[in-house]
């Protein structure tokens, strides 16, 4: 669906961005219209010689009973010159989405 942004269901017109390409960190915007969006901050950050050096929101995030649970992808940077895509979840708090709950150590999936 090309660069379209994944979009968190709430009354407040929030969404997770998704970047082209994986990037340093995952940050919330928020829109009154939907046409204009401003950046609330970062939601997480890639962690360094890990499995999600680099960042990006999957599909759109699923509100459970817990808060929001977002999958992503985490690109390994540092195989020389190979880069490894994986995906990993992480939950969001359901009224500040900015808060991290729990986040995987090791990804969920890989090819």
Request: net charge positive; aromatic share 10%.
């Amino acid at each position: 669906m090309g660069s379209a942004p994944a979009a968190v269901a709430s009354a407040t017109r929030r969404r997770i961005t998704r970047r082209r390409r994986s990037a340093p960190s995952v940050t919330l915007s928020s829109s009154e219209d939907l046409r204009r969006w401003q950046p609330e901050g970062t939601v997480f950050e890639g962690r360094f010689r890990f499995w999600d050096e680099l960042v990006g929101a999957g599909p759109p995030p699923i509100l459970t009973s817990e808060g929001w649970l977002l999958l992503y992808h985490g690109v390994a940077t540092h195989f020389r010159s190979v880069n490894i895509y994986q995906a990993g979840a992480v939950l969001l708090d359901r009224d500040d989405p900015r808060r991290v709950l729990a986040r995987t150590d090791e990804n969920i999936f890989e090819p």
